[in-house]
């Protein structure tokens, strides 16, 4: 290979690496001024994580005494506000993330491809938002009921079991959840891909509908609390999700067959 031609492939190179560098730098610049904007916010963004729990307390009544949080590490609630800050912050500028990701890769692309791109890169967001919704509004109140089941209020010489829970304890597990059922409900959107990709069909995924169910009923049972409310609650949706997927696969499978019986007319008109 010449010099010429060695400087001609090396330059492209150089200058996709260079904006993938920018995209990235401003990607994260947008999750730092999120980060430290959450940060003001941390204690308000916590006690929106903790309102569950505390509805369910005050509906208990005040005959159980005084009920709080705890912290038994003298830093814990300060990473807290961190671990919350970041969180959010990650969230809002998610659509920023997105966006960076789109403008490096669609000058790369062809108009067929940006339009088959785009729903994903605006679906993706929504689902995990939906998911997101669906476990602080439904699953929270019945898991946390579940789990102030085990009080007892102590008769005699037994002591009470009451909860205390730890800030940081609390925050790992409604984290964990959120997104347990974010990343769920993209189910449709990877199955999509996969089914334009060639990797997946639907006829496969309806011969497999059996074993998708089974498994996902395991996954709910893995990410949720143990009772069967909380359960069901993730697995109906997601075998919804799968079914919708099915559709979609279709959806995609038989617009690639059009395209190519209109790429080999064109040929053979040719």
């Known amino acids: 290979m010449s010099d010429y031609s060695y400087n001609q492939t090396k ?12 995209r990235l730098l401003y990607s994260v610049i947008a999750l730092f001024i999120g980060f ?24 208990r009544g005040l005959e159980q005494g005084y009920r709080r949080m705890i912290f038994t590490d003298l830093t814990e609630v300060f990473f807290t506000h ?12 998610c659509p920023i993330f997105l ?25 993706s967001p929504v689902l995990f938002f939906t998911g997101a919704a669906l476990v ?7 898991a946390w009921e579940f789990f102030l089941s085990f009080e ?9 079991i009451q909860l205390e829970a730890k800030v940081n304890e609390y925050l790992g597990l409604v984290m964990k959840l959120i997104f347990a059922f974010g990343l769920c409900f993209q189910l449709p959107v990877l199955m999509t891909l996969l089914a334009r990709v060639g990797m997946a069909s639907s ?10 169910i089974v498994g996902v009923f395991v996954v709910a049972a893995v990410f949720t609390p143990p009772d069967p409310l909380s359960q069901i609650s993730l697995a109906v949706p997601i075998i919804l999700l799968y079914e919708i997927s099915i559709w979609m696969a279709y959806f995609v499978e038989k617009k690639r ?14």
């Open 11 to 22: 330059q492209p190179l150089l200058e996709h690496l260079i904006e993938l560098r920018q």
């Open 36 to 59: 430290l904007v959450c940060f003001y916010f941390a204690q308000d963004l916590f006690d929106f994580l903790v309102n569950p729990l505390a509805e369910i307390l005050q509906r």
């Open 82 to 93: 961190i671990k919350v800050a970041f969180f959010f912050g990650a969230f809002i500028t």
């Open 99 to 123: 966006s960076q990701v789109w403008l490096f890769v669609a000058p790369g692309l062809y108009r067929h491809e940006k339009k088959a791109f785009m729903p994903f890169i605006i679906a």
């Open 136 to 142: 602080y509004f439904a699953i929270f109140p019945l």
């Open 152 to 160: 007892t209020q102590g008769m005699g010489d037994n002591l009470p």
């Open 203 to 212: 006829e496969g995924m309806k011969s497999k509908r059996k074993y998708a």
């Open 257 to 270: 067959a059009e395209t190519e019986e209109e790429v080999d007319r064109e040929l053979y008109d040719e």
